[in-house]
């Protein structure tokens, strides 16, 4: 779109007499209030096919029907119109749609911000500041409801057939429900693809986490699509196993190390924790499973009498922990660290932290999703050396996913 020429702003100027930038934004407003009505009034005139004081057509059976006021936001304030009416209602403004009460792109400007966490007085007082315009905490809420079909039809969309790595873990957060504040989960599913990018999967909202629950997401992600899956990479919650199992037959179960590692520094002594960390590092980095034993026995020698609750949870997990030293470096760096989901949590726990009680599960959903987008948009590039996990992935599992490797 061109600019006004400098003769015409410069006629503007000498007609208005302009003292103050205040005075340029109230012309500004006015203009635009009058450019808004007439493009009004020439949709009428299309809509009826004669214009504004001319007589209607012969075969004409509709015509004009005076005005309704209208108060809508825009970036420059509130701005009062008269939206023309038809006899038969048939006319449907498209420059300011029926009940739409905004024609700035305010609307996604309070999204934006309550994505990011910001709280419904801030954004109030945000709004009103640039735009002289009054956003409750009832019209942020009914504002961003207009998202809710776009959460249905992501959390349903179709995904990929096999995903090499899924991880899965939860948040917690308190919800007000019926008067009472309950404790409530969000079950997170991350995925690596065959390509090597990463996807947030799904967010359900449940009760505590529990076994049972994850069964459901789990055959949600089948109902999606998810035929087959490599490698569950969860932490230790009691049951999860075979709820995977159950859905997934085929799948390698790996417990989180760094859930491991942090179910094992909890009962370090923090003048220890140090030397202790250090120490552990040549378990969990041992070329092969023997030696991370070998190694895991000579710390206990060292700090078991100490510290004997530090071990206990890695000799009472073997079986799902020694998948992980059958891996190359590649793929261990992959399984090692749920770096993936942790930093996603981090964003979730940035953008809520000004929330310690959400008034639904809807509203907490919400958060969640917007979150969940804004972290996706960054998740652009591959993961690291991807072509050299594939290969060593190929040589591992063959027919599970050669046929779907590009």
Request: aromatic residues 12%.
């Amino acid at each position: 779109m061109g600019v006004l020429p400098k003769e015409v702003v410069r006629e503007i100027i000498k007609e208005n007499n302009f003292q103050t930038p205040q005075e340029i934004m109230k012309f500004l407003k006015d203009s635009f209030k009058d450019i808004l009505q007439e493009m009004l009034e020439a949709e009428m005139d299309v809509h009826l096919g004669y214009s504004k004081g001319e007589k209607p057509p012969a075969n004409s059976d509709n015509t004009r029907n005076g005005y309704s006021s209208k108060t809508v936001r825009s970036e420059l304030g509130p701005v009062e119109l008269n939206i023309p009416r038809d006899r038969k209602g048939e006319y449907n403004p498209k420059i300011v749609p029926k009940y739409s009460r905004d024609v700035s792109g305010i609307e996604e400007k309070v999204i934006s911000l309550y994505a990011k966490g910001m709280s419904t007085r801030d954004i109030h007082e945000q709004i009103k500041e640039l735009y002289e315009v009054e956003v409750s905490a009832e019209l942020v809420s009914k504002i961003t409801e207009r998202i809710v079909p776009e959460i249905k039809e992501w959390q349903n969309r179709p995904l990929e057939k096999v995903y090499p790595f899924i991880f899965m873990d939860a948040i917690h957060y308190k919800v007000r429900d019926e008067g009472q504040v309950n404790k409530r989960a969000a079950y997170v599913v991350v995925g690596i693809d065959l390509e090597g990018y990463k996807d947030i999967l799904g967010i359900w909202i449940g009760d505590n986490e529990s076994a049972k629950f994850w069964l459901g997401v789990l055959n949600d992600l089948r109902n999606r699509g998810v035929e087959d899956v490599l490698v569950f990479c969860i932490d230790g919650l009691t049951g999860l196993e075979e709820a995977i199992e159950a859905v997934y037959p085929k799948a390698e179960v790996q417990r989180c190390i760094i859930h491991q590692l942090r179910n094992s520094f909890k009962y370090v002594s923090y003048k220890d924790l140090k030397e202790f960390t250090k120490d552990f590092k040549g378990v969990y980095t041992a070329p092969k499973e023997e030696a991370a034993l070998d190694k895991l026995y000579e710390l206990k020698e060292k700090w078991g009498k100490e510290y004997p609750y530090a071990f206990r949870s890695w000799e009472n997990n073997r079986d799902v922990i020694s998948p992980f030293f059958k891996y190359p470096p590649e793929i261990r760096k992959i399984m090692y660290t749920t770096n993936i989901i942790e930093g996603l949590h981090r964003q979730f726990r940035k953008v809520t932290k000004t929330k310690s009680v959400f008034p639904s599960d809807g509203a907490l959903e919400k958060m969640l999703y917007l979150a969940s987008i804004n972290v996706m948009k960054k998740w652009t590039q591959r993961y690291h050396n991807w072509d050299q996990v594939l290969n060593q992935l190929l040589i591992m599992y063959g027919s599970r996913i050669e046929n779907y490797v590009i």
